[in-house]
């Protein structure tokens, strides 16, 4: 299965691992998991990763990460959780840098990209392929990189509540808990402490809140400077789609936030029975069919009019 992409690492030193902007959980859990794993194959690894929210800071290797790539070339680069290379965390004079590039990804892809891919979306996370990755390469996972790769697994399947937790997922976490990965710790951190900022942003998102098709649609857009007032930053300001598709009847939620960069970011959350990654596709971006985002290309209330009629449709 990474036959190939194993063959690039043998011949590879001087190694970057990058996942998308405003890392997540599974794009963290994954990227320095992966990084650990190199290390012990004695590979010159590092984890790009400008930035990233404070609620991961318990992490292991999290504080070891590094801004940019200093390197005018180096041999290889690992992309996780990214369905376009433009997303990554690095800039595209980085990227080209690169004498190779293995993708691993879980999301429909519409652009697939690098010297070797693996892209399977019937997969949970990039933490899950990032698990079977590594043993491909025979290494000893320990509790830290086990304690990553369960907080990456975790975060993308809402706390195991989401259909892309399968039996396969199951196992994989069942011999992650065996490797001493710290389930307990994770979520504390993670499901049971909340800011009081981040509280505020939920009551800011339920009271922006509107309603469409009776009830099927729920949509709220928090803009930047509201964000910027409870002092939140972009990567603390993710997470408030759930509460919106929490409500009894609701078939897709969206929630839209301004970001520090002038752009409006559009995450959704279906029910079920409306497949979102086929509306994200469709407005530049990707995604699950249960969870999928993009960024609006234009104005807000323009882009909402035309979400809005694109999931009418759908229903």
Known sequence: MFKEAKEIIDKSNNIYISAHVNPDGDAIGSTIAICFALKKLGKNAKVVMPSYSTVFEFLPGVSSCVKSIDDSEFDLLIALDSSDNTRLAITQEEYNRAKKVIMLDHHQISSP??????????????????????????VEIDKDMATLLYTGIMTDTGSFNYSNANSDTFRAVAELLDYGAEAVKVCKKLNDTMKESKLKLIAKTIDNMEVFYNGKMRYSFVPYDEIRSLGIDDEDAEGMTNYLRAVEGTEVAVYVRGKSDGTNKVSMRSGGNVDISKIAIEFGGGGHPRAAGYTMREDEETEKQKLIKVVGEML
Request: negative net charge; aromatic residues 20%.
């Open 113 to 138: 990209y690098g010297d070797f891919r693996f892209i399977d979306d019937k997969k949970s996370s990039a933490s899950e392929i990032a698990y079977l990755f590594i043993k491909s390469l025979d």
